[in-house]
């Protein structure tokens, strides 16, 4: 019995730890989301419980159908398969070269990484600025614009900025995690596969690929996470910060109607439903993962 019970008692302490850092905040902000909660309820302390009454209001407004969920659900698509894709290509390419060169390119794009989301958003603000942009700038001088445009308020144009933006920051994580899979790649094989005929991209969807998949399943996982609730990089451009209601994400949207409405409840709800919508894309990815290696 002691046996049994001694690798629980060795792991309680860092267990209770993570529940009361972890689980209890999750725990408030649903027992929130059940409640008609604003400044009145700040002061006086008191709880006033509407049951699910928020996830009624929010499930039947249309701003979620028509903008919040196109938004958040097509934006996560588009930016986690473009930052795997171009890490996964500079991954590559840096297991060709040599180790000095290695070191010099992984050094310089770790740059990109280690900078602040706040301040790399600024500059992306910065370079397509409707008035002095770099880049409405150098399309006038080309000669291939007339008038400067504004891209942040098309939402098209607006989500491909912040993908921009996205993929520029996160590519390095995916590029340095997939190097360490393809440098235990077994050259053997990659070479029996070449004097074979197979070509690069062969290789890689019949070697490389099957070998990598777990690392790939991580930055997936990991990058639908972090692209699923992306919020400073959406808030912080022009008209993100809800004045511009056909650029609102599931985020962005719950910390308007919490902090600009002062509607903490409806706020808590629309932040339940992001973390639950996670956790069901989560368990379906990981699952099919698991059948494939089954199989």
């Known amino acids: 019995m002691i046996v049994r019970t001694r690798p629980w008692l060795l792991l309680a302490p860092a267990l209770i730890?993570?529940?009361?850092?972890?689980?209890w905040p999750l725990v408030r902000v649903f027992l929130f989301s059940l409640q008609d909660y604003g400044l009145r309820e700040i002061v006086t302390g008191e709880s006033n419980y509407i049951g699910f009454g928020n996830y009624a209001e929010i499930f039947a407004n249309?701003?979620?159908?028509?903008?919040?969920?196109?938004?958040?659900?097509?934006?996560?698509?588009v930016?986690?398969?473009?930052?795997?894709i171009f890490g996964t290509l500079v991954a590559m390419l840096m297991a060709s070269l040599g180790s000095v060169w290695r070191t010099i390119v992984g050094s310089a794009i770790m740059v990109a990484w280690a900078m602040p989301a706040v301040t790399g958003t600024y500059v992306w603000i910065w370079i397509f600025d409707a008035d002095q942009g770099l880049v409405n700038e150098t399309l006038k001088n080309l000669g291939l614009m007339n008038e400067s445009f504004n891209w942040f308020t098309n939402p098209f144009t607006f989500y491909a900025i912040v993908a921009l933006n996205i993929v520029h920051h996160?590519?390095?994580f995916v590029a340095i995690t997939v190097l360490a899979g393809l440098l235990?790649?077994?050259?053997?094989?990659?070479?029996?596969?070449e004097m074979d005929g197979a070509g690069p991209i062969r290789r890689f969807f019949a070697i490389i690929f099957p070998t990598l998949k777990p690392v790939f399943s991580v930055v997936i996982i990991l990058s639908t996470i972090w692209d699923f609730k992306v919020f400073a990089q959406i808030y912080l451009m022009p008209g993100g910060a809800g004045s511009n209601r056909e650029v609102l994400n599931l985020g962005v949207w719950s910390y308007v109607e919490s902090f600009g409405q002062n509607r903490y409840g409806f706020g808590a709800a629309i932040a339940v439903l992001l973390t639950v919508l996670l956790l069901v894309i989560t368990a379906i990815y990981v699952r099919t993962l698991f059948k494939e290696e089954k199989e």
Request: charged residues 5%; hydrophobic residues 55%; negative net charge.
């Open 79 to 84: 930016s986690v398969s473009a930052t795997v």
């Open 62 to 77: 249309p701003l979620l159908w028509t903008v919040v969920l196109p938004n958040t659900i097509g934006f996560a698509v």
């Open 17 to 23: 730890l993570l529940g009361g850092l972890l689980i």
């Open 170 to 172: 996160g590519f390095p």
């Open 184 to 193: 235990g790649v077994s050259k053997e094989m990659i070479e029996a596969a």
